[in-house]
Protein backbone atom coordinates (compact mmCIF):
# COMPACT_ATOMS: atom_id res chain seq x y z
CA UNK A 1 0.00 0.00 0.00
CA UNK A 2 1.05 3.26 -0.60
CA UNK A 3 0.60 4.59 3.01
CA UNK A 4 2.55 1.76 4.54
CA UNK A 5 5.58 2.96 6.78
CA UNK A 6 5.33 6.83 5.72
CA UNK A 7 6.76 8.98 7.88
CA UNK A 8 4.53 12.02 8.30
CA UNK A 9 5.97 14.85 10.17
CA UNK A 10 4.03 16.44 13.37
CA UNK A 11 0.80 18.01 11.26
CA UNK A 12 0.31 14.37 9.75
CA UNK A 13 1.22 15.63 6.32
CA UNK A 14 4.30 14.80 3.74
CA UNK A 15 5.89 16.75 0.95
CA UNK A 16 4.87 15.75 -2.47
CA UNK A 17 6.74 16.76 -5.86
CA UNK A 18 5.32 16.33 -8.88
CA UNK A 19 6.94 15.95 -12.18
CA UNK A 20 5.89 15.26 -15.77
CA UNK A 21 5.99 11.94 -16.31
CA UNK A 22 7.15 12.95 -20.20
CA UNK A 23 9.05 15.62 -19.84
CA UNK A 24 10.25 15.24 -16.36
CA UNK A 25 9.65 18.77 -16.03
CA UNK A 26 8.72 19.77 -12.35
CA UNK A 27 5.30 21.11 -12.47
CA UNK A 28 4.31 22.03 -9.00
CA UNK A 29 5.18 21.13 -4.94
CA UNK A 30 2.16 20.48 -2.44
CA UNK A 31 1.75 18.04 1.15
CA UNK A 32 -0.29 14.80 1.22
CA UNK A 33 -2.12 13.33 4.43
CA UNK A 34 -2.82 9.55 4.86
CA UNK A 35 -6.23 10.29 3.24
CA UNK A 36 -4.93 12.11 0.80
CA UNK A 37 -2.19 9.35 -0.51
CA UNK A 38 -4.91 6.69 0.11
CA UNK A 39 -7.18 8.42 -2.06
CA UNK A 40 -4.31 9.06 -4.87
CA UNK A 41 -3.67 5.21 -5.29
CA UNK A 42 -7.80 4.37 -4.76
CA UNK A 43 -8.21 7.13 -7.88
CA UNK A 44 -5.46 7.06 -9.73
CA UNK A 45 -5.83 10.61 -9.96
CA UNK A 46 -3.51 13.10 -7.15
CA UNK A 47 -5.08 14.27 -4.36
CA UNK A 48 -3.71 16.57 -1.87
CA UNK A 49 -4.37 18.26 1.83
CA UNK A 50 -4.30 22.03 1.68
CA UNK A 51 -3.13 23.62 4.81
CA UNK A 52 -4.21 26.94 3.98
CA UNK A 53 -7.95 25.81 3.66
CA UNK A 54 -7.40 22.40 5.91
CA UNK A 55 -9.40 20.55 3.41
CA UNK A 56 -8.64 17.79 1.25
CA UNK A 57 -8.66 18.59 -2.54
CA UNK A 58 -8.67 16.69 -5.58
CA UNK A 59 -6.08 18.45 -8.25
CA UNK A 60 -8.22 19.69 -10.72
CA UNK A 61 -11.85 19.15 -9.19
CA UNK A 62 -12.45 22.74 -10.51
CA UNK A 63 -10.33 23.62 -13.19
CA UNK A 64 -10.55 20.35 -14.78
CA UNK A 65 -7.07 20.32 -14.78
CA UNK A 66 -6.49 17.02 -13.48
CA UNK A 67 -3.64 15.02 -12.85
CA UNK A 68 -3.52 11.01 -13.69
CA UNK A 69 -0.77 9.71 -11.73
CA UNK A 70 1.37 7.20 -13.94
CA UNK A 71 4.41 6.56 -11.40
CA UNK A 72 4.81 7.43 -7.50
CA UNK A 73 8.05 6.81 -5.17
CA UNK A 74 8.88 7.47 -2.49
CA UNK A 75 12.49 8.96 -1.16
CA UNK A 76 14.87 6.71 0.93
CA UNK A 77 13.35 7.94 4.18
CA UNK A 78 9.58 7.53 3.06
CA UNK A 79 8.55 11.16 3.99
CA UNK A 80 8.53 12.71 0.58
CA UNK A 81 7.05 11.39 -2.16
CA UNK A 82 7.68 11.89 -6.59
CA UNK A 83 4.26 11.57 -8.60
CA UNK A 84 5.34 11.64 -12.37
CA UNK A 85 1.75 12.34 -13.62
CA UNK A 86 -0.22 13.13 -16.80
CA UNK A 87 -1.21 16.72 -16.39
CA UNK A 88 -3.86 18.24 -18.11
CA UNK A 89 -3.86 22.11 -18.76
CA UNK A 90 -1.34 23.71 -16.29
CA UNK A 91 -0.19 22.68 -12.85
CA UNK A 92 -0.16 26.30 -11.68
CA UNK A 93 -2.62 28.38 -10.28
CA UNK A 94 -1.61 30.90 -12.21
CA UNK A 95 -2.42 29.49 -15.47
CA UNK A 96 1.08 28.47 -16.53
CA UNK A 97 2.16 24.93 -16.65
CA UNK A 98 4.88 24.46 -14.24
CA UNK A 99 4.66 26.21 -11.18
CA UNK A 100 8.45 26.92 -11.38
CA UNK A 101 8.66 29.52 -14.15
CA UNK A 102 10.13 32.17 -12.43
CA UNK A 103 13.67 31.28 -13.81
CA UNK A 104 16.30 32.86 -12.15
CA UNK A 105 18.86 35.07 -14.62
CA UNK A 106 21.96 33.29 -16.15
CA UNK A 107 20.49 29.89 -15.78
CA UNK A 108 21.99 27.80 -18.02
CA UNK A 109 19.16 24.84 -18.20
CA UNK A 110 16.43 27.15 -18.65
CA UNK A 111 16.86 27.14 -22.98
CA UNK A 112 16.89 23.25 -22.54
CA UNK A 113 14.05 23.13 -20.36
CA UNK A 114 11.80 25.31 -23.08
CA UNK A 115 12.34 22.80 -25.67
CA UNK A 116 9.43 20.77 -24.21
CA UNK A 117 7.05 23.80 -23.60
CA UNK A 118 7.94 24.80 -27.65
CA UNK A 119 6.83 21.09 -28.24
CA UNK A 120 3.46 22.16 -26.15
CA UNK A 121 3.25 24.69 -28.51
CA UNK A 122 3.42 23.14 -31.32
CA UNK A 123 1.49 20.46 -30.60
CA UNK A 124 -1.42 22.92 -29.90
CA UNK A 125 -0.77 24.18 -33.28
CA UNK A 126 -1.75 20.75 -34.33
CA UNK A 127 -4.96 20.40 -32.51
CA UNK A 128 -5.90 23.78 -32.99
CA UNK A 129 -4.97 25.40 -35.92
CA UNK A 130 -4.67 29.35 -35.94
CA UNK A 131 -4.75 31.43 -39.09
CA UNK A 132 -1.21 33.13 -39.34
CA UNK A 133 0.89 30.43 -37.56
CA UNK A 134 3.67 29.69 -39.41
CA UNK A 135 3.70 26.36 -37.41
CA UNK A 136 -0.12 25.55 -38.21
CA UNK A 137 0.36 26.27 -42.39
CA UNK A 138 3.28 23.62 -42.01
CA UNK A 139 0.84 20.97 -40.88
CA UNK A 140 -1.50 22.24 -43.34
CA UNK A 141 0.82 21.98 -46.22
CA UNK A 142 1.64 18.15 -44.76
CA UNK A 143 4.91 15.89 -44.40
CA UNK A 144 6.88 16.59 -47.89
CA UNK A 145 6.61 20.61 -47.18
CA UNK A 146 7.96 20.13 -43.32
CA UNK A 147 10.57 17.66 -44.59
CA UNK A 148 11.35 20.01 -47.48
CA UNK A 149 11.94 22.85 -44.89
CA UNK A 150 13.59 20.64 -42.44
CA UNK A 151 16.04 19.14 -45.20
CA UNK A 152 16.93 23.07 -45.73
CA UNK A 153 17.17 24.22 -42.76
CA UNK A 154 19.58 21.61 -41.68
CA UNK A 155 21.90 22.38 -44.83
CA UNK A 156 22.06 26.36 -44.06
CA UNK A 157 22.99 25.16 -40.19
CA UNK A 158 25.92 23.11 -41.79
CA UNK A 159 26.87 26.05 -43.77
CA UNK A 160 26.50 28.71 -40.87
CA UNK A 161 29.32 25.99 -39.34
CA UNK A 162 31.70 26.36 -41.86
CA UNK A 163 31.72 30.64 -41.58
CA UNK A 164 33.25 32.22 -37.96
CA UNK A 165 30.00 33.48 -37.15
CA UNK A 166 28.71 31.87 -33.98
CA UNK A 167 25.73 33.86 -33.45
CA UNK A 168 24.78 32.66 -37.22
CA UNK A 169 24.77 29.36 -36.50
CA UNK A 170 23.46 29.35 -33.55
CA UNK A 171 20.07 31.01 -35.37
CA UNK A 172 20.50 28.21 -37.74
CA UNK A 173 20.41 25.19 -35.52
CA UNK A 174 17.53 26.94 -33.99
CA UNK A 175 15.62 26.68 -37.26
CA UNK A 176 16.66 23.06 -37.29
CA UNK A 177 15.33 22.08 -33.96
CA UNK A 178 12.16 23.85 -34.99
CA UNK A 179 10.98 22.53 -37.88
CA UNK A 180 12.52 19.19 -36.78
CA UNK A 181 9.86 19.14 -33.58
CA UNK A 182 7.45 19.99 -36.11
CA UNK A 183 8.45 17.06 -38.51
CA UNK A 184 8.41 14.98 -35.40
CA UNK A 185 5.09 15.78 -34.51
CA UNK A 186 3.28 15.56 -38.05
CA UNK A 187 4.82 12.35 -37.64
CA UNK A 188 3.33 11.41 -34.10
CA UNK A 189 7.27 11.41 -32.56
CA UNK A 190 7.54 12.88 -29.17
CA UNK A 191 10.63 14.32 -27.61
CA UNK A 192 10.63 12.07 -25.13
CA UNK A 193 10.77 9.23 -27.47
CA UNK A 194 14.19 10.06 -29.18
CA UNK A 195 15.56 11.23 -25.35
CA UNK A 196 14.85 7.68 -24.44
CA UNK A 197 16.92 6.30 -27.94
CA UNK A 198 19.54 8.00 -26.77
CA UNK A 199 19.13 7.12 -23.20
CA UNK A 200 19.23 3.34 -24.60
CA UNK A 201 22.11 4.28 -27.11
CA UNK A 202 24.47 5.33 -24.21
CA UNK A 203 23.77 2.50 -21.75
Request: glycine residues 6%.
Given at each position: MLTDNVKFDERGLICAIVQDWESGDVLMQA??????????????????????RKKLWKKGETSGHV????????????????????????????????????????????????????????????????????????FERGVDKIAKKTGEEAVEAVIAAKNDDKGEFVG????????????????????SDVCTALKERHQ
Open positions: YMNEEALRLTQETGYAHYWSRSQKVRAATFDCDRDCLLLQVEQTGAACHTGSRSCFFQEEKGDPAAGVRFLSELERVIDGRKQNPEEGSYTSYLECADLLYHLLVLMREKDVKL
